[in-house]
């Protein structure tokens, strides 16, 4: 069993940055790991993920949201430069055993974080 714990959310004015971190209490070093976030009254959506094959994004974050994992921290980051309003949500942090998995649904994740808010102010 994997517990993720995520950090780093906070208030931040339209243009700012933010860095998420996800911090696991095992080896994740083979996982998929990416990252979701849900806002008020809106289904979780996928924003970023890392596999061995690759980053994968988001397109409303392309450009804008950048992915990095330390393996032996078994932690992962979520870089998020220019921020918008509408990136305002709970951020949450997931692990995928598989390590070539194709899709980012939010389904196939085995571990979830709790979340962490981030909101930004226009």
């Known amino acids: 069993q994997v517990q993720l714990v995520e950090s780093g959310g906070g208030l931040v004015q339209a243009g700012g940055s933010l860095r998420l971190s996800c911090a696991a209490s095992?080896?994740?070093?083979?996982?998929?790991m990416g990252w979701f976030r849900q806002a008020p009254g809106k289904e979780r959506e996928f924003v970023i993920g890392?596999?061995?094959?690759?980053?994968y994004y988001a397109d409303s974050v392309k450009g804008r949201f950048t992915i990095s994992r330390d393996n032996a921290k078994n932690t992962v980051y979520l870089q998020m430069n220019s921020l918008k309003p509408e990136d305002t949500a709970v951020y949450h942090c997931?692990?995928?055993?598989?390590?070539?998995?194709?899709?980012?649904?939010?389904?196939?994740?085995?571990?979830w974080g709790q979340g962490t808010q981030v909101t930004v102010s226009s």
């Open positions: 997931a692990a995928d055993r598989s390590t070539y998995g194709s899709s980012w649904s939010h389904s196939v994740f085995d571990y």
């Open positions: 095992g080896r994740t070093s083979s996982y998929r």
């Open positions: 890392v596999s061995r094959s690759g980053t």
